[in-house]
């Protein structure tokens, strides 16, 4: 319990020197971004993810089965949108390959302008989802978690990839000392699972008062992240630099 609590403190605030500096917090900032965007897609925009593809890939093939409720265009089109923004986070993480603190600062900025083009959508049609409606907010929306996974992945922070938490439990349980592991980052770990779970439920809450101000809370931490990063990424700080 001792180990579990100190390294969920240690991702919570980093001690000075720590390699990656401030972006374990960061990357669970972009992980309750995750939970609230895929509770706006799943719950609001007809049963379809934006952030989790594993689900898409599934509810495409439920969808061809003609399972009632899922639309097969929409899996199609959220994953196609998803692939375009994992390659531009892929085309960032190549442009800033040396710098890690610009590179997220520049991703969360990109992503909080699709994700304020989402807001805004939603706001001019006061939060009624026709299918032109459905249809803009998975592409945007999907654009944006494409690149943040795509950058997430390029930053290289372990167990933080802020969508994916599959491989998250799978090394929670494996890894144990129960398994005769070393139960490496439990807090870290858990934390990842909790912070998710919070990010949709709150989204799930939310969308109780309307989609807007569910999106409007994610857009914050968005512009949050990236001007935090931003601040925080010093000349000299050593966690700039790419892990090998």
Known sequence: MHKLLTDAARTLVPPRGDRHGP????????????????????LALGHVFVANMTGNVVFLAFALAGAKGLSALASVVAM??????????????????????RLLTTATALQAVLVAAAVVTSAVNHGSVTTAVQYTLIVVLGLAMGTQNAV?????????????LT??????????????????????????????????????????????????????????????TRRLSAADASWIKPQS
Not at 23 to 42: C, H, I, K, R
Not at 84 to 99: E, I, M
């Open 167 to 228: 491989l998250t439990l799978t090394g929670l349980a494996a890894d144990s000392a129960s398994a005769g592991g070393t139960a490496p980052r439990p807090g870290r770990r858990i934390l990842s699972v909790l912070i998710m779970f919070l990010g949709a439920l709150a989204g799930a809450a939310l969308l109780n008062a309307g989609l807007t101000p569910t999106l409007g809370l994610a857009l914050v931490l968005l512009v949050a992240t990236s001007v935090i």
């Open 152 to 164: 997430a992945r390029r930053l290289g922070v372990p167990d933080l990839t802020t969508t994916v």
């Open 80 to 101: 196609a949108a998803f692939l375009v923004g994992a390659l531009a986070g892929g085309r960032l993480g190549t442009r800033f390959a040396a710098h890690r603190g």
């Open 23 to 42: 972006l374990p917090p960061l990357m669970l900032t972009l992980t309750a971004v995750t939970g609230l965007v895929d509770a706006v897609s799943y």
